[in-house]
């Protein structure tokens, strides 16, 4: 984004904007959510462009619903994204990761409005002290209940394929938003000398093939044998004499990231403790799941499930996750199947 480069530069509002001009019968309430939503992204990356100089880093000193340690800069996240949405016009209410149960906003705009956000405020916290990428989550949903009445859970359980958007906000050596609605996927970047998310990865597409899988190796000994055959395939070369790269960060946001920019696989699957799997269905799997798919990749539970057509049962829900490029995602389900 050289500003000797004539090219116009087109931001998140004025993107969505021209959005609505093309489709004349759209209401605007998504663009809005959208934008409600990277007002609230800009907030947090001030605050974790200084979290090393400021008293924000370590332990909150409670644990959230999932019985994992709150850091300090997840509680300020999670307070940003909730009140940002709260004072929007655009959104009924929010289910987080950090709260027990969802949050209806009961005043009459909000009430009016046809929309529901679930977020992970921010994913990959454990990397916040090490000062290793973190990130977003969120989804958007059309609400079930009828306008004009408070929100409630039925809103929020509803399976992936249900999901009018979705994306993440990865706080990296730059600052990106990149959401996917049922038409493509866009990626901007925030050019911190006008405090604004600017286009720079339009309709993007994960590459067909890759030669990158990322995963917990190790757990290795911890996971199904058909999963440790996967990781096998991987590590070892095949007919192709091709050779595999692993790659893991600890933050899907940053895993998703690096493989929708150069492909690649990612999986984690279920292991010890954590027999339904890790991460969470409502929050991370399918926003990411359906961003990965919008995008011509794959996101499987398993197999043979496709992962967008699981029906969450609970607001918290834990499952397995195997998504990323077509090609390598079609080796590791015939593992897998």
Do not use: W
């Not at 192709?240 to 998703?256: D, L, T």
């Amino acid at each position: 984004m050289n500003s000797t480069n004539n090219q116009k530069v087109m931001t998140l509002d004025e993107f969505t904007i021209q959005e609505l001009r093309n489709f004349p019968g759209a209401t605007g309430q998504l663009s809005g959510l959208l934008r409600d939503i990277g007002l609230a992204a800009k907030r947090v990356n001030v605050e974790v462009n200084k979290a090393g100089i400021a008293d924000i880093l370590g332990e909150a000193g409670k644990t959230n619903v999932q019985g994992e340690s709150v850091k300090k800069l997840d509680e300020f996240a999670n307070d940003q994204f909730i009140n940002s949405l709260r004072h929007s016009i655009y959104c009924c209410g929010v289910a987080s990761e950090e709260n027990e149960e969802f949050i209806p906003f009961t005043d009459e705009h909000s009430m009016n409005s046809k929309y529901v956000v679930l977020i992970d405020p921010l994913d990959g916290s454990g990397n916040i002290d090490v000062n290793v990428s973190i990130g977003t989550i969120f989804s958007v949903y059309r609400r079930l209940t009828p306008n004009g009445s408070p929100c409630d859970l039925n809103d929020f359980l509803q399976s992936g394929t249900q999901q009018i958007a979705a994306g993440y906000i990865i706080y990296g050596s730059s600052t990106m938003l990149v959401y996917a609605t049922r038409r493509s996927v866009q990626g901007f970047t925030l050019d911190p000398s006008i405090g604004e998310f600017c286009l720079s990865h339009a309709n993007l597409q994960i590459p067909d093939d890759s030669d990158i899988f990322s995963v917990n190796v190790g757990y290795y000994h911890l996971y199904e044998e058909k999963v440790r055959k996967v990781i096998d395939h991987f590590m070892a070369k095949n007919e192709q004499e091709k050779i595999y790269r692993h790659r893991f960060v600890g933050c899907m946001v940053a895993e998703i990231h690096r493989t929708l920019i150069q492909g690649g696989v990612f999986f984690y699957p279920a292991f010890g403790k954590y027999k339904n799997g890790r991460l969470r269905l409502c929050y991370e799997c399918n926003p990411m799941s359906f961003l990965v798919e919008k995008a011509g990749g794959m996101a499987l539970m398993d197999g043979g499930t496709r992962l967008l057509d699981v029906k969450p049962e609970q607001l918290h829900q834990r499952i397995p996750v195997f998504l990323g490029s077509k090609r390598l995602m079609e080796q590791l389900q015939t593992i897998l199947s």
